[in-house]
């Protein structure tokens, strides 16, 4: 069973059409009484896996993963939002810089990239802290290696002519 976030809070949805319920409802596939097999179950069916016809091995290595997922999750949900969010700023700013490098550069996607970049700093710059300062600066250099590379290459092609 999965879940959806709204404005209004997480709704929990269940892709089979079932309960709302943590287990047990239509499309459970639970393979005992343990809470444990249970839980396995549905998401092996969330990930369109057949939990019936995998080995013990399968299963075993099936829910090593889902249990690092869940260790990975946690430890998400215990940073703080201005450091997860600056982490994904800083990635709009490589993406943007891998796009401008290309051969020949991708000036629509990286203009794509910075926008988004510049528009969620704007958002939620406040709420950044002292890393907002850094990444406002990040934002302006990412601007300046666009238009730096867009005249170069426009002199290029000038020369060219």
Request: no cysteine; charged share 25%.
């Amino acid at each position: 069973m999965g879940s959806l976030w709204t404005p209004d809070g997480e709704h929990r949805v269940d892709p089979a059409g079932g309960t709302d319920g943590p287990s047990g409802g239509a499309g459970s596939t639970g393979t005992g009484s343990d809470p444990g097999d249970a839980a396995l179950a549905q998401a092996a069916q969330a990930l369109g896996l057949d939990l019936a016809s995998m080995s013990d091995e399968e299963r075993a290595q099936l829910a090593a993963e889902l249990e690092e997922m869940a260790r990975v999750r946690a430890e998400v949900a215990a940073t703080p939002v201005a450091e997860v969010l600056t982490s994904y700023l800083t990635r709009f700013f490589d993406l943007a810089l891998i796009y401008l490098d290309a051969t020949p550069p991708k000036f629509n996607d990286a203009a794509v990239v910075i926008e988004s970049f510049r528009a969620v700093l704007d958002a939620v710059g406040d709420e950044l802290g002292d890393n907002e300062p850094v990444l406002r600066q990040a934002l302006a250099q990412a601007q300046m290696v666009f238009v730096k590379v867009r005249e170069a290459g426009e002199q290029a092609a000038t020369a060219a002519e």
